[in-house]
């Protein structure tokens, strides 16, 4: 499609003798104008894609206005044009004199806007005009058949993906059914720890844990409007989704659903019933499938998901994933739920998935600091409520970090085990990986914890503990573990501190020939 769209620029360029082409595609579901490539200069060579790419409401600007009512627009001074937004020419320091903006259509229905700036001499014509139009015709088609062909690689990535997992993975079987079913119900002292923050998950017993996931969900929900067979087939399916990676596996999944579930037992939160539903759902299902690899890794080495999704690789797929599980037999546990109901929890579901990518924490936790701090957050409002949700996910998602030292330090070991792995697997390609993912830098582990818990998790934890205070033991945990952690710090600054002085000794002994001084 980008190939397309610079050949579309470029010859456009030529056709009219435009200085700048620029080509907005319509987005008809958020109703916006969005381009991945600019013009920046004279040549097809200087239209580069965007890192990121630019939206606008449909109803903006010069094109915005074309995209509205279809009407084709040749502006000979466009200062003296209300339509026309100067934005754009005080960021660049680009002079807009004239524009030829059309649309394009594809079956009779607008599909973008072409916008030619500046004619090279004068100002664009009538005969500009028609000669744009006729070129409009056929952009519209290459466009349409550069979009079909998106789509048809598109459907042999997802292809070789659903492959993959189905070689891999399957549902649960009737024998894992019919046993856990078996088991008693965990009850009295067996549970009377689980809501604390304190508690450790790790503790329970590999074959315990899907029925402890099952208790925390009746505790939460309680059973009126789900189904027992389905929710033990979900879990057990979902427990076998989960790939035998060193840290993302079905144990972590397990410990950020039961970090949630104290979330939620505070009851000092304003979260519907399908909210709390749909941020315990995520918990257990939002790291389906994990290959123990980052989405850069994965945009890296070009793997099929890299070109299904182009952001957020891993997350989508989890959530992928997670409806996969709910459309098998006896295995959706939303069933007794309305239509309505059941797409607003799988939105909720996916929302809350999604924002587990440590890439949208910052945005997120920034704009609920706002709120926080000049005391306009209002449980009521929806907005400010799932900044919440995907607030909390983050904070379940790092529970290791606020763990007993014992617990959270043997957790680290395991999570740098998977990022070093992945390192290796990187020098194997002849890529020098990132320091934490560099084996060979072992030795800074206690300095890399304790940035990360300052730079993240306290940050992260200290929020949330502002707008439910019972979730502070959060905080203290994160705090008790970084004054242990800023220790070993400290040590090993000595260490290397004493070394360098000896090294230094050592080489005043030694002459410039290598000789030892006498």
């Given at each position: 499609?980008d190939t397309v769209?610079?050949?579309?620029m470029?010859?456009?360029k030529r ?24 013009d ?17 409401p ?6 915005g206005?074309?995209?509205t009512?279809?009407?084709t627009?040749?502006?000979t ?14 960021k ?13 259509r ?6 973008g ?7 090279l ?6 005969t ?9 015709v ?6 349409h ?8 690689r598109?459907s ?19 024998e ?25 998950p ?13 208790y ?25 989704n ?9 144990d ?5 659903a ?31 499938d ?46 007794e ?10 939105r909720?579901i ?10 949208l ?8 600091k ?14 400010h ?12 998602d ?5 763990k ?7 957790l680290?070991h ?19 990986p ?12 206690p300095?890399s ?17 502002q707008i ?5 033991p ?10 242990k ?10 260490i290397?501190?004493?070394a360098?002085m000896?090294?230094?000794k ?6 410039k ?6």
């Open positions: 499609m769209i610079m050949k579309i470029d010859f456009a056709l009219v003798k435009a200085d700048r082409a620029s080509l907005f595609l319509l987005d008809t579901v958020t109703k916006e104008l969005y381009a991945r490539i600019f920046t200069g004279s040549s097809a060579h200087e239209s580069n894609p965007c890192a990121k790419e630019i939206r606008f449909m109803d903006v600007g010069v094109a206005f074309v995209a009512t279809g009407e627009l040749n502006i001074d466009a200062y003296q044009d209300e339509r026309f937004n100067r934005d754009v020419d005080l660049t320091g680009y002079k807009t004199k004239s524009l030829l903006c059309m649309p394009i594809i079956r009779g229905s607008i599909f806007v072409v916008q030619m700036v500046n004619k001499q004068g100002t664009f014509t009538k500009d005009e028609e000669s744009f139009e006729t070129f409009a056929y952009c519209g088609l290459a466009l058949h550069a979009k079909l062909y998106d789509k048809i598109k042999e990535q997802k292809y070789k993906v659903a492959l993959e997992v189905l070689s891999y993975h399957n549902q649960c079987s009737e894992e059914y019919i046993k856990l079913k078996s088991l008693p119900m965990p009850c009295g002292r067996q549970v009377e720890d689980i809501p604390k923050f304190t508690f450790s790790w503790s329970i017993e590999e074959e315990q844990k899907s029925l402890h996931v099952v925390m969900f009746k505790d939460l929900f309680g059973l009126e409007k789900f189904d027992l067979s389905r929710l033990y087939r979900f879990t057990l399916t979902v427990k076998k989960y790939r035998k990676v060193p840290y993302h596996n079905w972590h999944a397990f410990s950020v039961h970090a949630m579930y104290c979330i939620l037992k505070t009851q000092e939160h304003s979260f519907t019933q399908l909210e709390s539903l749909a941020l315990f759902v995520a918990c257990l299902c939002h790291d389906l994990h290959r123990g690899k980052t989405n850069a890794f994965m945009v890296k080495s070009a793997s099929p998901l890299a070109a299904i999704y182009t952001t957020s690789v891993m997350e989508h797929h989890h959530f992928n994933q997670t409806v996969s599980i709910l459309q098998q037999d006896n295995h959706n546990i939303l069933k739920f309305t239509s309505e109901e059941y797409k607003t929890v799988l909720y996916k929302d809350c998935i999604l924002a587990t990518d440590l890439a924490f910052f945005g997120n936790k920034a704009k609920l706002e709120w926080q701090d000049s005391k306009e957050f209002n449980w009521k409002s929806i907005e409520r799932h900044a919440v949700m995907y607030h909390s996910m983050t904070a379940a790092l529970c290791s970090m606020y007993p030292w014992s617990t959270c330090t043997q680290v395991v999570i740098m085990e998977e990022f070093w792995q992945q390192g290796d697997e990187e020098r194997d390609q002849g890529i020098t990132i320091a934490m993912m560099d084996r060979t830098k072992a030795d800074q582990l300095e914890q304790v940035g990360f818990i300052v730079g993240i998790c306290l940050p992260c934890y200290e929020l949330l503990a439910i205070p019972a979730s502070k959060m905080v203290d945990g994160a705090l008790s573990n970084l004054s952690w800023q220790e070993l710090a400290d040590a090993n600054k000595k290397k501190e004493k360098t000896e090294s230094n050592n080489n005043r002994k030694v002459d020939n290598g000789n030892l001084k006498l």
